[in-house]
């Protein structure tokens, strides 16, 4: 049996299979115990002003600076997790892989004005269109102010040489 699974093994890393590694971002996490995305969306006044820790899968990164991560958990809801500029660099090509976020959940108030701004911002951001009919009135974002995070990244797949 031992055979088969050193057998398994080494066809798998011959085989160039992609592994995950946990890569640290900031000061990484340090709370064991998640918080659902649909829970503090559902009732975020809870949750303001307190740290927690999201788990779910990459929906979006900033294609500008890296410097904010969109979360989205079994449910299907995301959270924005916003780190200031340049102190924490989400990695461009992280969409997709599985995150652990960590940071204090805060609340956005948008005017008409400023939400407009801020959605055309975001679009230029990520090289896509912004409709300006959409934002009929001021608007109120919940995000967690980043502290930390780890991604599973996949590993480059190895080749061998011939």
């Known amino acids: ?20 590694k946990d890569k640290k971002f900031g000061k990484g996490v340090n709370l064991t115990e998640s918080t659902k995305i649909s829970k503090i969306l559902e009732k975020p006044e809870e949750f303001l002003g307190k740290t927690v820790m999201v788990e779910g899968e990459v929906a979006e ?8 991560i969109e979360v989205k958990d079994a449910s299907e809801k995301k959270i924005r997790v916003k780190v200031k500029d340049g102190e924490i660099v989400f990695p461009k090509k992280s969409k997709g892989n599985k995150i652990k976020a960590e940071g204090m959940v805060y609340e956005l108030k948008l005017s008409k004005e400023d ?34 995070a780890v991604i599973d990244v996949p590993e480059k797949k190895t080749s061998k040489k011939k």
């Open 1 to 20: 049996m031992r055979n088969l699974f050193v057998l398994f093994l080494a066809v798998l890393i011959a085989s160039g299979v992609s592994l995950a």
């Open 61 to 68: 990164v900033c294609q500008k600076a890296g410097c904010w």
């Open 115 to 148: 939400a407009l701004e801020y959605y055309e911002h975001v679009a230029e951001e990520q090289g896509t269109k912004f409709d300006p009919t959409t934002i009929t009135g001021p608007v109120t974002l919940y995000q967690i102010k980043g502290a930390g």
